[in-house]
């Protein structure tokens, strides 16, 4: 992940790509093209990521990408 190099250690490297993709607003389709792999191979990486982070759907895995992972060091919520 560019600007996102804080991402949790048990997202694989790939999940990680999606989920950066995804706080981009890029569709499973969109994604797809991006990473030369199937709309099904997205949504089994999304599916994972929402378990492994106990997220419920794309937009809190797109929030939690943008505030979480990608906050400056040393900032305050």
Not at 18 to 44: H, Q, Y
């Amino acid at each position: 992940m560019t600007a996102c190099n804080k991402s949790p250690a048990i997202l694989t490297r790939q999940e990680r790509r999606v989920l950066e993709l995804v706080s981009e607003g890029k569709t499973n389709k969109e994604i797809a093209l991006v990473l030369a792999i199937s709309p099904a191979t997205v949504k089994r990486h999304l599916e994972n990521i929402l378990r492994k982070l106990q997220l419920k759907n794309r937009v809190e895995a797109a929030v939690y990408a943008v505030r979480l992972i990608c906050q400056p060091p040393g900032a305050v919520e």
